[in-house]
């Protein structure tokens, strides 16, 4: 059974930065990546990173999150700055093997002043 277990998130204020992180429980070479879904809202791709470090980004996150992943730790880190309002949502991490997508229990974001 894999187990993906999140960390870092909290109550920052409008402009503030959070970091965030996902431990898996085994070793993968499968993409890797975060999602997020606001109150009322559909769960949404936030960032996906393969194991070479190849990245893709929503475009309302582009140039203010970084998504990386270290191999060695089974681990994938999502660097949130400039954070907005809109960025409010639990964050889950994600990993697609074998057809079936596992996800985190999630971690809540909250930007407000």
């Known amino acids: 059974q894999v187990q993906l277990v999140e960390s870092g998130g909290g109550l920052v204020q409008p402009g503030g930065s959070l970091r965030l992180s996902c431990a898996a429980s085994?070793?993968?070479?499968?993409?890797m990546g975060w999602y997020r879904q606001a109150p009322g809202k559909e769960r949404e791709l936030v960032a996906t990173i393969t194991y070479f470090d190849s990245t893709n980004y929503a475009d309302s996150v582009k140039g203010r999150f970084t998504i990386s992943r270290d191999n060695a730790k089974n681990t994938v880190y999502l660097q949130m700055n400039s954070l907005k309002p809109e960025d409010t949502a639990v964050y889950y991490c994600n990993i697609a093997l074998t057809g079936v997508d596992y996800w985190g229990q999630g971690t809540q974001v909250t930007v407000s002043s």
């Open positions: 085994i070793f993968t070479t499968r993409p």
